[in-house]
């Protein structure tokens, strides 16, 4: 248990359906994030939240819309997704700002999306 | 950031130290080494980090170069549920990304 929390932990959607991913983290952190991990490849930063502002998005389109209610929320928002989207979607927090030194993400255990 | 070389695959027995080398060549002054590990199908789970000296928790240690060139992550009594892919990254403390490589993925055998 890392103190980050994601459901569902496991999605199967066609491609006209609109779904989306919740994470919730109970470790205080002021930081939230999505990360992409399709199958034989290395995680992708998809977005970055810190104090609830979007401060990265890396070139994501558009199907995927992240919304960050408060500190301890972020969701990802889906909707017209791709066969090719099928992967695991990891959030993790950090405490940014909140300590000195180095920032550590924790990660949760990861939705597994499958696009039909 | 500065980029890692790990070995693509490594086996060791169960009960023995498990040691992890990373290369990390052009690693700056002012970068980190974080060492995680992801267990087939679930979330990076973080081990540890350093910038210039050695560390211990209670998973592993770390053993950093006096040049800081290269790593080595030992976990001291490997047992079956350490067998995963464990990713060596550096990284500036206050830069958000944090950028996964292959790793290298570690079978524990009984």
């Known amino acids: 248990e890392t103190g980050v929390t994601q459901t569902p932990r496991h999605l199967v959607m066609g491609m006209t359906n609109k779904k989306s991913l919740k994470c919730e983290q109970h470790?205080?952190?002021?930081?939230m994030y999505w990360y992409k991990q399709s199958a034989k490849k290395p995680l992708e930063l998809m977005f970055v939240y810190s104090l609830e502002e979007r401060v990265e998005n890396n070139s994501v389109p558009s199907r995927f819309s992240p919304e960050c209610p408060n500190s301890s929320h972020l969701f990802l928002h889906l909707h017209t997704l791709q066969p090719e989207d099928s992967a695991l979607y990891l959030c993790?927090?950090?405490?940014?700002?909140?300590?000195?030194?180095?920032?550590?993400?924790?990660f949760g255990p990861g939705t597994r999306l499958t696009v039909l | 950031d500065a980029k890692t070389t790990q070995p693509t695959s490594m086996d060791c027995a169960e009960g023995r130290a498990a040691n992890l080398p990373c290369n990390h060549s052009t690693i700056s002054g002012n970068e980190y080494v974080y060492w995680y590990r992801q267990i087939h199908s679930q979330g990076p789970q973080y081990i540890i980090h350093?910038?210039?000296n050695n560390e211990t928790n209670e998973m592993a240690s770390l053993i950093i170069t006096e040049d800081r060139k290269s790593s080595t992550l030992i976990l001291p009594h490997a047992t079956l549920r350490d067998t995963a892919v464990y990713y060596c990254?550096?990284?500036?403390?206050?830069?958000?990304?944090?950028?996964f490589g292959a790793g290298t993925t570690v079978t524990v055998r009984a």
């Open positions: 470790l205080g952190h002021n930081a």
């Open positions: 350093g910038l210039k």
């Open positions: 990254i550096v990284r500036v403390d206050d830069d958000y990304k944090l950028s």
């Open positions: 993790a927090s950090s405490p940014v700002g909140l300590t000195s030194g180095v920032d550590t993400q924790y």
